[in-house]
């Protein structure tokens, strides 16, 4: 499906060259995860890594809990263990917190949002999180809580759903 892409970036062809990918071509082909590792895009889609999720990864507060949600997601996609732990509500932190390597998460949709803003207190994410294993594709959907605990934003806990 993807492949009519080289045929549209003709230089010249104006107004087509910026064009964000055609949505069929998320996820699927084996390009994304490559693009992702090479071109410095954020793994949760939302644009350069250097600019969207890597403040959060180095210690920035998130300003929103869907921001937040989407820096643990791209922690989950990077193996950044830490940015997990430290973002994860003191009362139901897991004691071990263990990174499945054979995971690989290859996109992030966030499919509602409520409250979780710059003024609020707590917020719910509902989001469906698309990955591959051995065992073959599977989609992630979770409705997760957050809450502000010391004035940031962490993850609380959250029910998956089918
Ligand atoms: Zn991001």
Known sequence: MCSSRAASDVPGTHGRADRPDPPGC?????????????????????GDYATCCRPF???????TAEALMRSRYSAFALGLGPHLRDTWSTATRPADLDLDDGLEWRRLQIVDTVRGGADDDEGVVEFRAAHRSAEGAGVLHER??????????????GDLLA
């Open 144 to 157: 997760s809580r957050f809450a502000r605990e010391d004035g940031r934003w962490v993850y609380v806990d």
């Open 26 to 46: 998320a996820g699927g082909s084996d390009e994304d995860r490559r693009m992702t590792r090479t071109d410095g895009r954020c793994p949760c889609g939302g």
């Open 57 to 63: 990864h180095e210690g920035a507060p998130a300003p």
